[in-house]
């Protein structure tokens, strides 16, 4: 094709107005998210506002705690936190104290970073534990209320103000096999996430734009949540009344832990 014949096509193409920014389609956040390098020279975003290393709370609406054995890990327990595609990305670890805080855990980023802190002091008439940044400050509460027959916890802010319920069956006749429970906002009109529990792990699902630290307190809950199941378990069994609801399997199971 000439120069000529170019031209003419270009003069002879129609006119028109270049498209609007309002006709292109909205935004919508992947299905899957990239993997998540955990290398040391990995460029580290901050958002404005979020907490150092709860950046990659932003962008989800659903994180899995899996417990991880280790052969060195003594009295203490392990944990990896995923994403909803399974990557890891955050690592926490709770330490057993003979004497000292009811429930200790730190949760680090992959790299090895404080991320948030979670402490239960020693309380004789109500059970609270404490959420904190890794400079100190406080984020929240998360307060368990007694009842025999449901679970009742409260997710606080600083200032002690009720901002989700978790509501469900006993923690304490539910120590083995699969139990829901409900995350609701404060008047208890509309459920905003669950709160799954498994022989394998325990599933966290928030909305995607659930305020960032409230998405650690509820994490967080989770840790606390599963720490009182383990207990009472552990009680039920040394006791041997735990009735139908435990079998050999988990006695074996539980000497396994014991002994390792």
């Given at each position: 094709?000439?120069?000529?014949?170019?031209?003419?096509?270009?003069?002879?193409?129609?006119?028109?107005?270049?498209?609007?920014?309002?006709?292109?389609?909205?935004?919508?956040?992947?299905?899957?998210?990239?993997?998540?390098?955990?290398?040391?020279?990995?460029?580290?975003?901050?958002?404005?506002?979020?907490?150092?290393?709860?950046?990659?709370?932003?962008?989800?609406?659903?994180?899995?705690?899996?417990?991880?054995?280790?052969?060195?890990?003594?009295?203490?327990?392990?944990?990896?936190?995923?994403?909803?595609?399974?990557?890891?990305?955050?690592?926490?670890?709770?330490?057993?104290?003979?004497?000292?805080?009811?429930f200790d855990v730190t949760v680090r980023d992959m790299r090895g970073n404080?991320?948030?802190?979670?402490?239960?002091?020693?309380?004789?008439?109500?059970?609270?534990?404490?959420?904190?940044?890794?400079?100190?400050?406080?984020?929240?509460?998360?307060?368990?209320?007694?009842?025999?027959?449901?679970?009742?916890?409260?997710?606080?802010?600083?200032?002690?103000?009720?901002?989700?319920?978790?509501?469900?069956?006993?923690?304490?006749?539910?120590?083995?096999?699969?139990?829901?429970?409900?995350?609701?906002?404060?008047?208890?009109?509309?459920?905003?996430?669950?709160?799954?529990?498994?022989?394998?792990?325990?599933?966290?699902?928030?909305?995607?734009?659930?305020?960032?630290?409230?998405?650690?307190?509820?994490?967080?809950?989770?840790?606390?949540?599963?720490?009182?199941?383990?207990?009472?378990?552990?009680?039920?069994?040394?006791?041997?009344?735990?009735?139908?609801?435990?079998?050999?399997?988990?006695?074996?199971?539980?000497?396994?832990?014991?002994?390792?």
């Amino acid at each position: 094709m000439s120069s000529t014949e170019f031209q003419s096509i270009i003069q002879n193409a129609p006119k028109g107005e270049p498209p609007s920014y309002t006709t292109i389609a909205p935004y919508a956040p992947p299905d899957t998210y990239p993997p998540v390098d955990s290398g040391p020279f990995m460029g580290t975003t901050y958002a404005m506002g979020v907490p150092q290393g709860m950046e990659h709370l932003l962008q989800i609406n659903q994180l899995s705690i899996r417990e991880k054995f280790k052969v060195t890990q003594g009295w203490g327990r392990n944990f990896d936190v995923l994403n909803p595609v399974g990557q890891g990305v955050l690592q926490a670890e709770q330490r057993i104290h003979c004497c000292g805080p009811m429930f200790d855990v730190t949760v680090r980023d992959m790299r090895g970073n404080d991320v948030m802190a979670l402490h239960e002091g020693c309380h004789c008439c109500s059970r609270e534990m404490e959420v904190h940044s890794p400079d100190g400050g406080l984020l929240g509460f998360v307060t368990l209320h007694w009842n025999s027959f449901v679970t009742h916890l409260s997710i606080k802010n600083p200032a002690k103000q009720v901002l989700l319920l978790i509501l469900g069956p006993s923690l304490q006749a539910n120590v083995f096999g699969n139990i829901s429970f409900e995350v609701k906002s404060s008047d208890e009109q509309h459920v905003v996430g669950m709160i799954r529990h498994t022989n394998e792990e325990v599933t966290v699902s928030f909305p995607l734009d659930m305020e960032v630290t409230v998405k650690a307190i509820l994490a967080g809950s989770a840790f606390y949540m599963v720490s009182i199941m383990r207990s009472g378990r552990d009680l039920r069994t040394l006791r041997g009344g735990v009735g139908e609801s435990v079998t050999h399997a988990h006695r074996a199971k539980y000497r396994e832990e014991r002994l390792s």
